[in-house]
């Protein structure tokens, strides 16, 4: 492990060692499953997986670059790369998550006011209230500005009628940050951004079934949803602008995965092939072509895990991710699909397991991740937007569909 350079790095890399050998729980140092229940939605956390998550909200490393007096860790990005070196070294993966904490939050940062930040920030750096989101429609997917739920201003609230659909985790959400029609003479121009309670009368959540089996997606219906005028986030009508910066921060925190957990490390996927390929008489995949499209693909993601590292580098001069985020989502996506595809390959028809005793958990786990997978070309803005979004904004390339 490569340390950073100066006494104070090495002075916080001490401190973040000591504290993390006080309260990081020794029983989860090898159970990377129950430490992923804290970010699994819907789970009832208890025992110490709820207490390392409580301990590392209230210490406010769970989002360690957060200003401090919104109950972040306040930490430089130097500090933060020692936190994660520390707590990977251990098998410590970071409690903290969800869509508040990859998306609505650095968005409210930026956009919040004052009042707005002391209000959602801490309950998010806790862990303790869940959020999602509210943008997709029927009519309005990869089309998002079509979208049409609508919020009638009555006076001190808006009165809020419509239908997402797609809203990750609705079911299991406290809070939902929400795309609405406030001037229907006008598209991009007439979204606003607005947040509001989900255990509030005229919510429903209807959660959809995929294929993959249980889903973290729902049709969600609104009917005269009250929403206080307090809750607008940003200028009245200027929601698209909000929501392309968190769109931005979704598909950053995407790429930013690059197949990485927490702070555990999966097993390498070479060496989980070869118990059911087998080995040649030198040691190596005894199937040439699989290994080498095994090593290609463990390649990409060394290649995209450098590249995420080099795009936060170069983005902190700047006040957040660019649209370069389009290449680290697409980027990302790509990887994990054909990893997927390849181990479901050497798996042969034990990777194509439902249920049973014939299979292991990790068969069974292969097949259901392989089918959930497929949605990440789709979700945070397909495939196609963010390529359109790259021959735009970064290669600079003509609009083909734009009026002559």
Request: aromatic share 8%; hydrophobic share 35%; glycine share 14%.
């Amino acid at each position: 492990m490569a340390d950073f350079g100066g006494a104070d790095l090495d002075a916080f890399r001490t401190q973040a060692r000591e504290w993390l050998e006080a309260n990081f729980p020794k029983s989860l140092a090898k159970n990377e499953e129950a430490q992923t229940q804290a970010l699994a939605g819907g789970a009832k956390l208890e025992g110490d997986v709820l207490a390392w998550r409580d301990r590392m909200g209230e210490k406010g490393w769970g989002v360690p670059t957060w200003p401090a007096q919104y109950g972040g860790g306040g930490l430089s990005r130097d500090e933060a790369r020692v936190l994660q070196q520390e707590m990977a070294a251990i098998g410590a993966w970071n409690p903290i998550g969800g869509m508040g904490v990859g998306m609505f939050g650095p968005t409210l940062l930026e956009y919040g006011t004052e009042d707005q930040k002391k209000k959602y920030i801490p309950d998010i750096v806790t862990g303790k209230v869940r959020w999602c989101q509210g943008f997709s429609e029927p009519g309005a997917g990869s089309d998002l500005a079509s979208l049409q739920t609508k919020a009638e201003d009555k006076g001190d609230h808006f009165l809020v009628n419509g239908q997402k659909i797609w809203t990750s985790g609705g079911q299991w959400a406290d809070m939902i940050f929400c795309l609405v029609r406030t001037d229907q003479t006008k598209k991009h121009e007439g979204i606003s951004f607005v947040v509001f309670s989900m255990h509030q009368p005229g919510v429903e959540v209807r959660p959809i079934r995929l294929i993959a089996g249980s889903s973290p997606f729902c049709e969600t219906f609104f009917t005269d949803v009250k929403v206080p005028k307090e809750n607008l986030i940003g200028p009245l009508n200027g929601g698209w602008t909000v929501a392309k910066r968190l769109l931005q921060h979704e598909r950053s925190g995407m790429g930013g995965r690059a197949g990485e957990g927490g702070g555990g490390k999966r097993e390498a996927l070479g060496l989980v092939a070869k118990k059911y390929v087998g080995e040649d008489e030198q040691g190596r995949l005894a199937d040439p072509d699989l290994r080498t499209r095994i090593v290609m693909n463990d390649m990409d993601l060394k290649a995209l895990q450098q590249t995420v590292r080099r795009a936060a580098q170069e983005a902190k001069g700047n006040a957040g991710p660019s649209a370069t985020t389009s290449i680290m989502k697409n980027a990302n996506m790509k990887v994990a699909q054909e990893r997927a595809e390849l181990t479901l390959e050497f798996m042969g028809h034990q990777g194509l397991g439902w249920e049973g005793d014939d299979f292991t958990a990790d068969e069974l786990a292969a097949v259901r991740g392989w089918l959930s997978g497929k949605a990440g070309s789709i979700y945070g803005g397909s495939n196609e937007v963010q390529n359109n979004i790259i021959s735009k904004r970064i290669l600079g390339l003509p609009d083909p569909t734009a009026a002559k």
